[in-house]
């Protein structure tokens, strides 16, 4: 029998073209599948049509299958001697726990790869043509989690309301109000250019931009929907010079 092993694969923020080469060359030849509900119908159509594709979650609210019974199931998976893909949207170690599902699998005595995939934060702004550094306009970026355990994400507000930083942050609309708050109370100004991008770099692209103060009401409106990244920063500002990607022209 073959020995174990997992692939631990990004599959980029959803357009099946910021796929690496690599996650479509290990993709290509994969036998069961573990995925979770940001990778898109597209990208699960390009793997092999005898692969097994075994869907694990997880939505807000909505978790198919808890984090342990994921780790154990690779475990599983992987002991049966098949070729196990575990495909995360995005890139698997940024606030996609693939950290957690590789430290299982080496607990476990199996052996695993990585395939890093293209993060929402880079992708999903670059198709809102927002640059997250920019020379003299943001020199760093700082990429948070709305969302922990289930609750609104405590952060440290004070280092992140700093003007010349952009903030991304992943998981955030439910936080949105809360964020927008804190941000301003810890003296980032009530005026600072903000985006809210819907399912970025698909047909489904949209992006909500304002100021600090008013986003929460501005996504409100438009009934904003999951997935979505909330990008809060001077570099957003650029969009209206860089807005590139028309969503239906794809
Ligand atoms: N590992 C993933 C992130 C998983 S957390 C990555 O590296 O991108 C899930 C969050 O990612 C979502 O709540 C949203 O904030 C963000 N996200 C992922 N894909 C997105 C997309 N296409 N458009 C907007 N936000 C996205």
Redesign the pocket.
Known sequence: MRAARVWLV?A???DPGLLTLKAAQVLARAEVVVHDH?VTPEILAMLPPCAELIYAGKQ?GRHTLTQAKINALLVRLARGGRRVVRL?????????R?GEEALALARAGIRFEVVP?????S??AAYAGIPLTHRGVAQACVLV???QRGGIAELDWTALARPDQTIV?????AGLERISRELIAHGLSPRTPSAI??????AG?RVVAGTLAALPRLAAEVRVR?????VIGKVVRLRSALDWFSPNSR
Do not use: E, H, N, W
């Open positions: 990004g980029g923020p959803g940001l807000r995360k949207g995005g890139d698997p170690f940024i606030f996609g693939g995939g293209i993060t929402a934060a992708g999903v989690t709305g969302s942050v992943y998981m955030g609309l991008i819907q399912q970025g770099t698909t692209q999951a997935p979505t990244l909330i």
